[in-house]
């Protein structure tokens, strides 16, 4: 496995009027596919500030967080070999906009596509599979914020919401 690093991602999920909004990746993996828009968690950054942060970076979307419906491990494996290429822990996240008006960027083209039609499009398998069974079926998992300090090895929990 070698230099296989995991890599924290943050995606949000937002549908309108049977329409669920994609971006086309222009990086591997997934290059040229349709995804849900989201990105790496950053250090110090919780998931839902993570996905309200790409999401606007990505899509121009002011947005709140619903709820976080799934998380997956999911690894990318090559098919001939066998060999384990990408690891990605996924936050799945229903978002709700404030506002339609997305501005593509350099991040990829966007679009909204009929919910219906995900196995009909070049959609990652993976998304499409993640929002029909944890959107579509209305899963909810809770995610609580803790906060602890540390002080000469002394740990106190300050806060848990």
């Known amino acids: 496995m070698g230099d296989l690093k995991l890599v924290t991602i943050g995606a949000g999920v937002v549908i309108k009027d049977g329409k669920i909004l994609l971006i086309k990746r222009v990086k591997p993996p997934y290059e040229g596919y349709w995804a849900i828009p989201g ?3 950053e250090p110090g950054e919780h998931v839902e500030d993570c996905v309200i942060r790409e ?3 990505e899509t121009n979307l002011d947005c709140e967080v619903e709820s976080l419906n799934g998380i997956a491990s999911e690894i990318v494996h090559d098919k001939k070999t066998g060999d384990k290429k990408s690891h990605f822990m996924i936050f799945v996240l229903k978002l709700k906009p404030k506002h339609l008006e997305i501005i593509e960027t350099d991040e990829g083209k966007l679009k909204w596509l009929e919910i ?6 070049n959609v ?7 929002v029909k069974e944890f959107i579509l079926k209305d899963k909810k998992v809770q995610v609580n914020r803790i906060k602890v ?9 300050e806060e848990f919401t």
């Open 39 to 41: 990105g790496k968690l």
């Open 55 to 57: 999401i606007k970076e």
């Open 116 to 121: 219906d039609n995900l196995d009909e499009e």
């Open 124 to 130: 990652i398998p993976s998304d499409a599979l993640m």
């Open 149 to 157: 300090t540390e002080d000469e090895n002394v740990y106190e929990l």
